[in-house]
């Protein structure tokens, strides 16, 4: 099976998990990439039996709207029931890392709001310990040198990430070489040097579920104590 056939395959299986609980109140959470695209897209058939969406980026807020899903400013909405959106790399604790299309602040954003937050994903995907897909930094301009040098006394090696400006109006730095064994502490911080807005890890809000599409099948994975639960 290729990759698509894989982002299709578990676009489907969330839709077929949410389908069901959707009502007329229902406002749901939209990712970025091409797998919430996949999403975007099988969602239109169902768009009549929910309410609509808050999106994580201006891009899928169009893929909304271009279906006649409505698409809601998050501070105009109470709660968001559920958050869809993939990653570029996830592991067995259910933490991400994401941002290859920058999205990342605002995804964190209504990740953090959502009550739950499945995510979607192909097999490659899965690692072991994440950080080889280099880390995501959203970063305010004036600061990106400053962000960079500090990195690099973390141990990374960031690179400007060109001809890209977030939806926040900021830039990206890509983090290579930067292996991440405790994602909770590096993801807090990173956070901490001045100048960052947000970075790509997903483990203080880790995902509550995982559809994994690998040749075998889509693999539910739940983590042992969900969010909802706590
Ligand atoms: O900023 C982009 C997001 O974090 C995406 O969810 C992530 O890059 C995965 O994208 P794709 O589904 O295209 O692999």
């Known amino acids: 099976m290729d990759q698509d056939s894989l982002k299709l395959s578990v676009a ?3 839709l077929d ?4 609980q959707l009502e ?4 749901l959470g939209i990712g970025t990439g091409s797998t919430a695209n996949m999403f975007i897209d099988l969602l239109a058939d169902v768009a009549h039996l929910f309410d609509g969406a808050v999106a994580s980026s201006q891009a899928s807020a169009e893929r909304l709207k271009s279906h006649n899903i409505p698409v809601y400013d998050l501070n105009t909405v109470n709660q968001v029931a559920v958050y869809i959106d993939g990653a570029d790399e996830c592991n067995e604790a259910l933490e991400l890392i994401k941002g290859g299309g920058a999205a990342l602040t605002r995804e964190k954003i209504v990740a953090a ?21 280099p880390l995501p930094v959203e970063v305010i301009p004036m600061a990106r ?18 001809d890209v400006v977030t939806d926040n109006g900021n830039v990206i730095l890509d983090v290579y070489n930067f292996p991440i064994p405790q994602p909770l502490a590096t993801e807090a911080k990173i956070n901490g040097i001045v100048g960052v807005v947000c970075n790509g890890l997903f483990a203080l809000r880790p995902a509550d579920r995982l559809l994994l599409g ?5 693999r539910d ?7 909802l639960d706590s």
């Open 12 to 14: 489907q299986a969330a």
């Open 17 to 20: 998990i949410i389908a069901p």
């Open 24 to 27: 007329s109140n229902t406002i």
């Open 113 to 133: 709001v959502a009550k739950e937050f499945i995510c979607i994903a192909d097999g490659s995907k899965w690692v072991k310990v994440l950080g080889e897909f």
């Open 145 to 162: 040198s400053h962000v960079a040098r500090e990195i690099v006394k973390l141990g990374g090696d960031p690179v400007l990430r060109e």
């Open 214 to 218: 690998t040749a075998d099948g889509v």
């Open 221 to 227: 994975i739940k983590r042992p104590k969900s969010f």
